[in-house]
């Protein structure tokens, strides 16, 4: 039994031969790569500046035992275009014959101060601050993993100085030395960051006045589901670009501009999880009522993203508020969530592949605009999979591998891959789901009054599209 699907306009994609067809991937892909070798051969990512430190052993006050302090100040020279500031710390242990020893401690910050220049006073950020999950437990053979003493969620001052010490150290005989590490975005790949936001706003807004123009001599009513959701989705993808992202160099402590980004990155990709399961659900629900089509799938995807807004929220504000704060040590917090969290996106991927299974094993043979939207969802599924695989492995499975507690890119390759494989996902499907050239000419014939009779009888025999190879005859048919 044949599916159905929406009689609509007649799309680009009916009236593409085979080769335009293989066109239409090559400019995908070609595009696609080309920004990727333009990120592989960007600079670096991260800066750093390495100290060391000699450890001196406190004993005082009487009810703190086993102690180090730790007051150093980084180089001088950063500016709003370091984005954010890491310190790090590894220590160093003496050999032993054990395969690893556990180090475990408690991290106290007592003061950041920052300084705009050599004759400026300093200014106090924070003082007294203790974050909120205390312990620390190290695996350590000679030498610990590397952990996050603070984050700065923006560099507001050219240079800064840390205090902080390491009380109620398990074994203090253990530790011979410790490495400090300050990292930060290179002003370059800042730059990067910056350009290519602005060149895909504009691209997105070229892409979407081609589409609306193109659109605009017919009526919404005869759009087809696909046509509405790319209108929508362009203009989530403006926000996913996100146009507010100056403001993190302009307006000192802008946690608006990090939650807006939190809010637009997670809007737009929730969005692309609404249209696909509708797309595909509308290939055998018809007519599509609200409460039966629409509603359960607002529900979970609502889920979702409220779910992934709240976590990613917390975070920011947490990590603006207090520099010392880590999301992998506050799981407790936003546990109801993460439990959320799981239950809706697994309930979506089986919702997916149901509908999934009931397109596909409906359409005998599969229709060419199933095809195309199968293969390219299947691509932007795979590259989004892979570059967060690769970037964080089986952490991508914890809810804290957003955390800011490390930098959110390894190399710019990763960035523009993120970045470039959804606008372009959604400039091609814009293009083969635009009208074709002859449906508009067909719409201004129809318009004129002089050719309404002769329009509505070539209009009287209507031809199935089955196969995208059909020659130029075929360009009136109808997709039902």
Not at 36 to 42: H, M, P, T
Not at 119 to 124: D, F, I, N, R, S
Request: charged share 20%; net charge negative; proline share 4%.
């Amino acid at each position: 039994m044949a599916g159905n699907m929406d009689t609509c306009i007649q799309l680009r994609l009916h009236t593409l031969t085979k080769r335009q067809y293989l066109l239409v991937f090559f400019g995908f892909f070609a595009a696609f790569t080309l920004t990727v070798i333009i990120g592989a051969a960007s600079p670096k990512v991260l800066a750093s500046f390495t100290q060391y430190l000699g450890v001196e052993w406190s004993d005082t006050p009487s009810n703190i035992t086993n102690s180090v302090d730790y007051a150093g100040k980084s180089p001088p020279g950063w500016t709003s275009f370091s984005q954010e500031l890491w310190l790090k710390c590894t220590i160093e242990t003496e050999e032993t014959s054990a395969d690893y020893e556990q180090l475990r401690f408690k991290l106290r910050v007592t003061s950041i101060q920052g300084q705009d220049g050599d004759a400026e006073p300093w200014k106090t950020l924070y003082q007294g601050i203790e974050i909120l999950q205390h312990a620390r437990d190290l695996k350590c053979k000679k030498t610990c993993k590397p952990f996050t003493v603070l984050h700065l969620g923006q560099v507001s001052h050219k240079r800064y100085d840390v205090q902080f010490s390491l009380e109620q150290i398990s074994d203090r005989e253990l530790i011979s030395n410790m490495t400090f590490e300050w990292e930060y975005y290179s002003p370059e790949f800042t730059q990067l960051q910056v350009w290519s936001q602005f060149i895909f706003i504009i691209l997105t807004f070229i892409t979407a006045f081609q589409y609306m123009r193109a659109l605009r001599a017919f009526s919404v009513k005869d759009w087809c589901l696909e046509q509405r959701w790319i209108t929508f989705l362009l203009i989530m993808l403006v926000l996913f670009n996100n146009p507010l992202y100056p403001l993190h160099f302009l307006v000192a402590q802008a946690w608006g501009e990090r939650f807006f980004e939190a809010l637009f990155k997670t809007t737009f990709i929730c969005s692309l999880l609404l249209f696909w399961l509708c797309t595909l659900h509308s290939v055998q629900e018809a007519p599509r009522k609200y409460l039966t089509f629409y509603l359960p799938k607002f529900f979970i995807v609502g889920l979702v993203w409220l779910a992934a807004l709240t976590i990613m929220s917390w975070e920011e504000y947490n990590s603006l508020s207090d520099p010392a704060y880590q999301m992998h040590l506050d799981t407790g917090s936003f546990k109801a969530w993460k439990i959320v969290f799981y239950v809706a996106v697994g309930t979506y991927l089986f919702y997916l592949a149901y509908v999934s299974l009931r397109a596909y094993g409906a359409q005998s043979p599969i229709d060419i605009r199933l095809k195309f939207f199968a293969s390219v969802l299947f691509i932007v599924v795979l590259v989004s999979c892979t570059v967060l695989i690769v970037r964080f492995g089986v952490e991508t499975l914890e809810p804290s591998f957003v955390s800011s507690s490390s930098p959110r890119y390894r190399n710019a390759a990763e960035f523009l891959t993120l970045t470039s494989i959804f606008n372009y996902y959604i400039y091609t499907m814009a293009f083969v789901y635009s009208p074709s050239p002859n449906a508009v000419r067909d719409s201004e014939l129809k318009s004129d009054s002089s050719f309404t009779r002769l329009y509505d009888a070539d209009n009287d025999e209507e031809v199935m599209f089955t196969d995208p190879a059909l020659d130029a005859s075929d360009e009136y048919s109808v997709w039902k």
